[in-house]
């Protein structure tokens, strides 16, 4: 791993829903780390916990969300303990976010032009209340992620916008104010092919330009591979494997990120993608030890008895697997 200190360094995660018939247990023991200017892709199937990994970055999770143990450093500064006005500035300043629909994200009854400029005020990057400074900053913030004619649109409500549009503004906001961190949640999601190669291109183009680090939340992994340094793969809450995003492609090592590859259909058409047989774990009550060992053609005795140890099997690349461990090696050498 890195030796320098993280921009953002989430350890031993834990987040628990309060529902009817007690806690799922969603995130479980989660590492994940993000360094100045670079890219991170979260991939994972529906529901594991990718959303609910960033939104505890944002400290934004409902209320029946139970932060049950870890940390968030943020620039040293856990994110967990932060008093209201000083979470108040991280998110206006350092942190920010893209929603996964921008219909959602937006107020139907504020025009584009107030949701922005309250965004840049609240942020507290301009001086005083000046309302033609801020104006300006949210029309080259229009302009940036190339929005034809953004004085109009800032008169304009979200319904008048198409999605691409919509998803631009939610953009522009996000990089309004001078933010470290940028956190993408399936930001393409509803969006034609076309327009979510132009929204990529223009969230890529955009935080190697500031120079901002980026968490991609995606089901594509053909995105990830385009958009991304690293990658971390995510099943039922918790973190199976960890590498560069070429390692992650070229040779994966948990039979899960394997399952993900064999999934993605081949252009040429040659028969049938394999798929992963199964489905996730009841959170309510989850397996003992690996949270995947019910759709493993690997699974063993080992894979019961606890959480496996995320284990360097090369220099930076990291997998979450008892197969990978010294005592199986051995077990299966009959040492």
Request: with cysteine; charged share 20%; net charge positive.
């Amino acid at each position: 791993m890195k030796q320098q200190q993280a921009l953002l360094d989430i350890k031993d995660l834990h987040v628990h829903f309060k529902v009817y018939g007690g806690y799922a247990r969603v995130l479980n023991d989660v590492n994940l780390s993000v360094f100045t200017g670079e890219k991170i892709g979260l991939v994972g199937e529906s529901g594991c916990g990718k959303t609910t990994t960033v939104k505890s970055i944002m400290r934004v999770l409902p209320k029946q969300a139970v932060i049950a143990g870890g940390e968030i450093l943020f620039e040293g500064q856990d994110v967990l303990r932060m008093k209201d006005k000083a979470l108040n500035v991280l998110r206006g300043q350092k942190l920010s976010m893209i929603f996964q629909d921008p219909v959602a994200a937006l107020n139907p009854v504020f025009t584009v032009g107030k949701q922005i400029c309250d965004a840049i005020r609240f942020s507290g990057i301009t001086k005083g209340n000046n309302k033609s400074e801020i104006r300006k900053l949210a029309v080259k913030a229009l302009k940036e992620c190339s929005m034809p004619d953004p004085y109009r649109i800032l008169d304009n409500y979200p319904f008048q916008l198409s999605g691409g549009m919509r998803q631009r503004v939610c953009i522009a906001m996000a990089l309004a104010t001078a933010s470290s961190l940028m956190i993408a949640d399936e930001p393409t999601t509803n969006l034609d092919v076309t327009i979510q190669d132009q929204v990529l291109h223009l969230i890529r183009d955009l935080v190697e330009k500031n120079n901002t680090a980026l968490i991609l939340i995606t089901h594509s992994l053909g995105v990830a591979r385009e958009m991304t340094d690293r990658i971390y793969v995510m099943y039922a809450g918790n973190i199976v494997e960890m590498a560069s995003t070429e390692e992650i492609f070229e040779a994966p090592y948990h039979p899960y990120t394997k399952g993900l590859l064999n999934s993605i259909p081949k252009l040429t058409g040659d028969g049938i993608m394999a798929g992963i047989d199964g489905y996730l774990p009841d959170y309510l009550n989850p397996p003992l030890g690996c949270r995947f060992q019910s759709r493993c053609s690997y699974a063993s005795e080992y894979c019961g008895k606890g959480k496996p140890p995320f284990i360097e099997v090369i220099p930076e690349h990291y997998v979450a697997c008892y197969r990978y461990s010294e005592s199986w090696q051995k077990n299966k050498l009959g040492v």
